[in-house]
């Protein structure tokens, strides 16, 4: 997730797009298209299939009713984003004010910063609160994943998320906070076997942590989740660290994220090619496509995989082009059930 007015400066397309028989089978696995208007209209054109993102309390039930009003085309999840985390309160508080100020220790060092955030800030809501919210919603839609959830080390919090662009503050969300919220809601998946997507900033090594506590903590129900690593920034190594230790881990890139650093394409080099999937992280559905499909071509040209300009039978999967490569990587991720793949790889680093 970006703040909107980072993303229309960065995004610069590089193609005309493919026939619909061939969108039809590309996937955007995370975007954020109700941080917008989306008219009608534009989801009735839409040319591919969506995962749309939740982040914060208001916009949970947006994305029920898009995924209500367009089941074969939007994926939903819900969840809570770190950027969000300092409005949920761990346990029961005594006031706004005195949550605010457990959360932001420094708030006397800062205090005329802090009463100027005051006034934009919500009440708080309990991570009791959330976590039933996120319960119910996954319930309801059997298909949904749990999202956008995460750690951020890098986020500074705005005075007013809605001003564009938005005055930061001094203030960032203590990471432990933002760790317990986020280890809340994968207890959450676990136990549903809900797929997740996850947000991981500056945190690489944390986030590494996290993963082989998680795969402790719930053995073969963790296993039959899938996690995608969304508009992955982790390094080459820590990615091949991540994906032989993992076999439910993927990872999702995007043109408005991930094309600010070189590295992405060194990161697309590295990683297996099953386990990649495409993003366009937008928020306006009218974006989606054409991003999505900026970064099909890039992975298409760095993996050396043919571009479908047309869908027909493949026999021979040496032809398969990147279409085709990554849609069979979006059914392995939906389908989940790494148990078999875990154990091949525990016995195999056994045998070492």
Same mark, same amino acid.
């Given at each position: ?57 208001? /916009? ?151 993963? /082989? ?80 499909? /900026? ?58």
């Amino acid at each position: 997730m970006c703040y909107e007015h980072e993303i229309s400066d960065t995004i610069s397309h590089r193609d005309t797009l493919p026939p619909p028989s061939v969108l039809r089978h590309v996937v955007d696995v995370h975007c954020h298209p109700t941080d917008s208007e989306i008219p009608v209209k534009s989801m009735d054109n839409l040319p591919i299939i969506i995962g749309a993102m939740s982040t914060f309390q208001a /916009d949970q039930g947006l994305v029920r009713d898009l995924a209500t009003a367009f089941p074969d085309k939007v994926v939903p999840s819900f969840g809570y984003h770190p950027w969000f985390t300092h409005w949920i309160a761990l346990a029961p508080y005594e006031s706004k004010e005195n949550h605010y100020r457990r959360i932001f220790k420094d708030a006397d060092e800062h205090l005329e910063a802090f009463q100027k955030l005051l006034v934009h800030l919500p009440e708080p809501v309990t991570l009791r609160t959330v976590l039933e919210d996120v319960r119910q919603n996954l319930i309801a839609f059997p298909s949904a994943m749990l999202g956008e959830v995460g750690i951020d080390r890098a986020f500074r919090v705005p005075y007013d998320y809605f001003s564009s662009p938005g005055e930061l503050t001094p203030f960032t969300v203590p990471f432990e906070h933002q760790l317990t919220i986020l280890e809340a809601q994968l207890d959450l998946a676990a136990e549903l076997g809900r797929n997740i997507s996850m947000h991981s900033v500056k945190s690489q090594m944390a986030t590494v942590e996290l993963l /082989d506590r998680m795969a402790d903590k719930h053995g073969e129900h963790w296993m039959k989740v899938s996690i995608d690593i969304h508009s992955c920034g982790f390094s080459p190594q820590t990615w091949l660290s991540i994906e032989k230790r993992h076999p439910n881990v993927f990872l999702s890139l995007s043109t408005v994220i991930n094309s600010r650093s070189p590295n992405h394409r060194a990161l697309i080099a590295a990683c297996s090619s099953r386990r990649i999937l495409v993003e366009s992280d937008c928020h306006k559905i009218e974006d989606c496509t054409q991003c999505t499909w /900026d970064m099909v071509l890039i992975v298409a040209e760095v993996k050396g995989w043919p571009v479908e300009s047309s869908w027909e039978e493949v026999v021979d999967e040496s032809q398969q082009g990147v279409v085709r490569h990554l849609e069979n990587n979006w059914k392995e991720f939906v389908q989940g059930n790494h148990a078999g793949l875990s154990k091949i790889i525990k016995r195999t680093a056994r045998e070492r």
